[in-house]
């Protein structure tokens, strides 16, 4: 199974596929899987995307996308990070919708998907959104908890079972990334409880391959932009280019 990996696409949609398509023409390969972590930049509303969003200066297309007038060319499976349209995010959940738009798939926190292509299994595990001490903790605080993850979407992502792989927007407590030391709570507990083989995320925008010291899980940080091919062959990821 052909795997890619990119993150925070912050709304431009056409350049990421752009960079998807470039990817596969390299390879010569097309990806069964994409994976995306953190902000995609989900904003069906042009005029209604977060301050962040709108003064970073980056011009969003995903509406072109969300009205057709653009396709997705690949199946992507997205982790969300801070800067998405969270409360439309929810209620395509509400509806029951888990593929967004074509070929754009994305799964609840704390929820595993197993995808299989050729016989080949893959079991992804997801917990978008960054972490906030107040939030996590259960502060009142509602309208910010939809770019947050939760104590309770952690626990329902402990309670998954093995996975292959997880997908979050940040890295575990007490990683070092680069000059970052990650203070998100939680994440080692998943990685813990589900022992995935590979753990992927952006918001740090460094390239970088670990080794987790507190879990002794492998993982990948990931620079915006960026895209990364991987073979899985259903025990191991084995990188192309």
């Not at 507190?214 to 932009?225: Q, R």
């Amino acid at each position: 199974m052909i795997v890619f990996f990119t993150a925070d696409a912050f709304g431009a949609i056409e350049q990421l596929c752009s960079r998807l398509r470039a990817k596969a023409v390299e390879l010569d390969k097309a990806p069964d899987w994409i994976f995306h972590v953190g902000s995609f930049g989900a904003w069906p509303d042009p005029k209604h995307t977060d301050h962040a969003t709108r003064i970073s200066g980056v011009e969003t297309d995903f509406h072109q996308f969300y009205l057709g007038a653009k396709r997705i060319p690949y199946p992507i499976l997205f982790a969300p990070g801070r800067h998405e349209d969270h409360r439309w995010l929810e209620l395509m959940y509400t509806k029951g919708y888990f593929e967004l738009l074509h070929n754009l798939h994305r799964m609840p926190n704390g929820f595993a998907r197993a995808l299989e292509v050729a016989g080949t299994k893959l079991n992804v595990l997801t917990l978008g959104g960054v972490f906030s001490p107040v939030i996590y903790r259960g502060g009142k605080k509602r309208k910010r908890t939809y770019c947050h993850y939760t104590r309770r979407d952690v626990e329902k992502a402990c309670s998954a079972g093995p996975v292959d792989l997880l997908l979050t927007t940040e890295a575990g407590y007490g990683s070092r990334v680069g000059d970052f030391v990650s203070q998100a709570a939680g994440i080692n507990n998943v990685c813990f409880a589900t022992r995935p083989r590979l753990h992927v995320h952006g918001h740090y925008d460094l390239d970088q391959r670990y080794r987790n010291q507190i879990t002794e899980t492998h993982a990948l940080s990931l620079s915006s932009g960026q895209v990364k091919a991987y073979d899985w062959n259903g025990s191991n990821f084995q990188l192309l280019v």
